[in-house]
Each structure stands twice: as C-alpha cells, then as structure tokens.
C-alpha cells in the first residue's frame, strides 16, 4: 500500500528556515518525479517544488533561490529545504508523487496538474509569521 508521511512543519519568524520530510513506502511502480505541494484555505493546490530520477529540480518561482528539494535514496526520503520563509509561504504542505498511469513521466509534463499525483500524505502545516 502506497503510503507517504510528512513531518517537519511548524511556526517560525519570516526569514525562518524549515526543512521537511518525506518518508514514502508501499511503491510497486517506477516513479520518475517526486515533488511538493502546498495549499492555502480557499485556494488550489499548488506545486512547489520537483525532483526527476535524474537530479534535474523544478521550482515555482515564488519559491525560487529560498526552497531546495533533496531525496535520500537510499533511505526513500524526500526534503524540501525551505529558507527566508515570508507569510505568503503559510500553507499545508504536501509531498506527492506520481500515479501508476503518470509514473514514467517527468516532472516538466505533470508538474502542473496535482491530479496526475497521489494518493496524498495527510500533509505538514507551516506557518509564518511577520
């Protein structure tokens, strides 16, 4: 059973760093993207942050130059790295990868469409403050 949990959440200062994690398991099927997602009451979920099987990194560009995604292979991990944290950065943070049907794809085709990704973790809150 596929299963994702993330954790490292929390409340900072704006300028804070926060870095989470995500433990996969249960993946019978090749996934050549992993990534981030993050969504605010009232709003769509929004990818953040993706990382190919090859090392190549997507990042939305409000996050640019401050949020770095990162996977421990061996350990089946992935981070997001996330640093100078603004107000606007407070959501719930979701990692994700993807379905079976989407799972030989890069992150540049899927990136954009968070229903090519799933099931979903039950997410990590962060909030900043000013």
């Known amino acids: 059973q596929v299963k994702l949990v993330e954790s490292g959440g929390g409340s900072v200062q704006a300028g804070g760093s926060l870095r989470l994690s995500c433990a996969a398991s249960g993946y019978t099927y090749t996934t050549l993207c992993m990534g981030w997602f993050r969504q605010s009451p009232g709003k769509e979920r929004e990818g953040v942050a993706f990382l190919d099987d090859g090392g190549l990194t997507h990042y939305t560009d409000s996050v640019q130059g401050r949020f770095t995604i990162s996977k421990d292979t061996a350990k089946n991990i992935l981070y997001l790295q996330m640093n100078d944290l603004k107000p606007e950065d407070t959501a719930m943070y979701y990692c994700?990868?993807?379905?079976?049907?989407?799972?030989?794809?890069?992150?540049?085709?899927?990136?954009?469409?968070?229903?090519?990704?799933?099931?979903w973790g039950q997410g990590t809150q962060v909030t900043v403050s000013s």
């Open positions: 994700a990868a993807p379905v079976l049907e989407a799972g030989l794809q890069p992150c540049a085709v899927i990136k954009s469409n968070p229903r090519r990704f799933g099931p």
